[in-house]
């Protein structure tokens, strides 16, 4: 029975490398934004000139709103493989920064980086109000605060449980 016992516990914690496929996937999927994202940058680049101060305002928030999500995805991809995959061991990478990332702060890190790019996107549909409705306009500031409330009970939640952990 012990023999089955370690097969079992072998076949699943090898199973982790099942993840690989998705961080892979995550990695290709990176790849084609960063195509969409230098399309995008240059129909802003052509229009530098002519655009209005309004019009470049909303076309750099929507590159810093690509930049956002590139960064949660790579935030995501590197800090997921650490956790529940394997270590990086290459030495020439500095990546001691990913040590200080468990499950519990990538998810505050992840709500964070969603109530960020909400907020740009509900300053997009601000500056651009008058192509709104305004019961449109009031659910996406209800969303936007559902999400800004669950960053912050994870938040709370999070530091409960290091006090937790100090305690005990």
Not at 83 to 107: I, M
Not at 118 to 132: E, G, K, M, P, R
């Amino acid at each position: 029975m012990k023999a089955l016992e370690l097969f079992v516990e072998r076949v699943i914690l090898a199973s982790r490398w099942i993840l690989v496929v998705f961080y892979l996937g995550l990695a290709a999927a990176l790849a084609v934004y960063a195509v969409s994202f230098g399309v995008k940058f240059l129909k802003i680049a052509k229009t530098a000139l002519t655009a209005s101060e309004a019009e470049m305002i909303l076309s750099m928030l929507s590159l810093i709103d690509a930049a956002l999500v590139a960064s949660l995805v790579v935030m995501v991809m590197l800090a997921s493989y650490e956790n529940f995959v394997s270590r990086f061991d290459d030495a020439k990478t500095d990546l001691t920064w990913l040590g200080k990332l468990d499950a519990g702060s990538l998810k505050i890190k992840v709500a964070s980086a969603i109530v960020a790019i909400s907020s740009i996107h509900l300053l997009q549909v601000f500056l651009n109000a008058n192509q709104y409705d305004n019961q449109k306009i009031l659910w996406l500031t209800v969303i936007h605060f559902a999400f800004v409330v669950s960053a912050l009970v994870l938040g709370i939640l999070e530091w409960i449980q290091a006090q937790t952990k100090k305690v005990g």
